[in-house]
């Protein structure tokens, strides 16, 4: 049963443990998905020293009922209305858990005043409000919604600041240059005798594709990512290289860097998670296995080490580490992300949304892999670009931005020749 005082029984893998009283809770947002069931099977192998305050999930209720049966969260948001009432009925009445629904359950279960950790692993611009909310509220804040940075990045890191927030970062690349520089007791990171920073990109699975090729691509090739098992949007965004796009993005804010000293180089092997270079020529890099516990296992245990469940890396085996130059002609959407910070303003939320409905058009077939970049670009095009002074202001233009693109898709008149749209 959830408590969060005094000696109790709590589930781990594989048996019931004496949980000690002084565990950290932790509320996992977008808990059905790739990184949540990560980070509960991080949490699983720690019971010690974790108790799972709420898990929350957009409407997949089968999913969500087994996890609040292994982890027993004091409360399980769906988003969903519908799913909610499911979830509810079908909850067995021995959990002790509440069920919430709507933002306003995942707002409130990242500033319950019992929640020390938030892990945001929403996917898409959906994450922003929690997210937000799990800053002000001064949460130790695993950060991999990267969406919800290169949105609203300047209100983010305000939010930090403000509410007194420690910011992990949980990006596999932000996870490993964060760990190649020194950091205060805060979590902030020192960014001031770094040269620039290096962030990895596999190339994902159209890496030799001609555009031709790419064309052609279906959503299961662009899902079946040679190194890291994701999401689905996540894999699209990386076979088109808008996820090291967003990533730059994050990198800036998360780092403080101006743009010029955030670098990107295509490492196919994802063994080398990025770089930081310093002035006397070091250059430190954080190697390992491409699995993301072990980025989740060092945010949870900072500033301590925890074990994750990754298998140690054999470079023996490994052989070989290639590095080359992104090829922008053929991977445009890296272009137009660095196009949007130096942009600035709402730019950066404009390119995200643009991006959010072109992938899921792509995954529901409608639009082709190659048509992505072309619909970024002219949503880019015919926005009007200001100052997020405001989280209303962003969600305005992240709006407006989805409309355009929605009408720039219906405008895609089919037999226009492939490179006709960069
Ligand atoms: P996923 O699609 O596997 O899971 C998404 C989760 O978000 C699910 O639990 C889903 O129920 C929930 N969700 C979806 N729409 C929602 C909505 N409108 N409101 C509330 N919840 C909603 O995604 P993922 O691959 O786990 O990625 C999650 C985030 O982490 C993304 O921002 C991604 O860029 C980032 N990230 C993922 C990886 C990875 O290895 N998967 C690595 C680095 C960063
Ligand atoms: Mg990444």
Same mark, same amino acid.
């Given at each position: ?37 990560? %980070? ?23 999913? /969500?009922?087994?996890?609040? @049966? ?10 969903? =209305? ?20 709507? &933002? ?9 005043? &019992? ?35 290169? #949105? ?9 600041? =403000? ?78 290289? #808008? ?13 403080? /860097? ?35 516990? %072990? ?43 660095? &196009? ?42 015919? #926005? ?32 226009? @020749? ?5």
């Amino acid at each position: 049963m959830w408590s969060c005082t005094g000696i109790c029984a709590g589930l781990a893998v594989g048996g019931l443990v004496a949980v000690a009283a002084n565990r950290r809770l932790v509320s996992v947002l977008g808990c059905t998905g790739s990184i949540g069931v990560s %980070t509960l099977d991080v949490i699983g192998r720690h019971s010690d020293r974790f108790g799972v305050y709420a898990l929350t999930a957009h409407s997949s209720v089968d999913a /969500l009922l087994a996890q609040c @049966r292994t982890f027993q969260p004091r409360y399980a948001v769906m988003v969903d =209305e519908a799913a909610a009432t499911q979830l509810r009925e079908r909850l067995p009445p021995a959990l002790d858990t509440t069920v919430l629904q709507g &933002e306003s359950g995942l707002v409130q279960v990242v500033t319950a005043s &019992e929640v020390d950790v938030v892990m945001a692993a929403i996917v898409g611009a959906a994450g922003l409000s929690s997210t937000l909310a799990a800053a002000a509220a001064g949460k130790t804040l695993l950060l991999a919604n990267k969406e919800s940075l290169v #949105m609203g990045g300047h209100l983010l890191m305000r939010a930090v600041r =403000e509410g007194g927030a420690r910011l992990l970062p949980i990006d596999s690349e932000h996870n490993a240059i964060f760990q190649c520089m020194p950091v205060g007791k805060s979590a902030k990171p020192r960014t001031d005798h770094v040269s620039r920073v290096v962030l990895t990109a596999s190339g994902g699975p159209f890496r030799q594709w001609s555009l031709e090729q790419m064309a052609e691509a279906t959503p299961d090739q662009a899902c079946a990512h040679p190194n890291w098992s994701m999401g689905r949007k996540i894999s699209v965004d990386s076979a088109t290289l #808008m996820n090291k796009g967003l990533e730059y993005i994050e990198a800036c804010w998360i780092f403080g /860097l101006e743009p010029a000293r955030v670098e990107v180089v295509i490492h196919p092997q994802s063994i080398v998670h990025s770089m930081v270079h310093y002035p006397d020529g070091s250059v430190l890099a954080q190697l390992g296995n491409p699995d993301m516990r %072990t980025a989740i296992a060092y945010g949870l245990g900072w500033p301590q080490r925890l074990t994750s469940g990754v298998p140690p890396l054999d470079l023996v085996a490994a052989a070989r580490l290639d590095f080359a130059a992104p090829d922008e002609s053929r991977f445009p959407c890296l272009r137009l992300a660095r &196009e949007s910070v130096a942009v600035g303003g709402t730019a950066m939320a404009v390119c995200n949304a643009a991006n959010e409905i072109a992938v899921a058009a792509f995954l529901a077939k409608k639009i082709r892999f190659t048509e992505i970049p072309w619909i970024i670009e002219h949503t880019l095009e015919r #926005m009007d670009i200001v100052e997020p002074t405001a989280v209303s202001v962003v969600e305005a233009a992240d709006s407006q931005a989805r409309a355009i693109a929605s009408v720039i898709m219906a405008d895609l008149q089919q037999p226009k @020749r492939v490179t006709e749209r960069f």
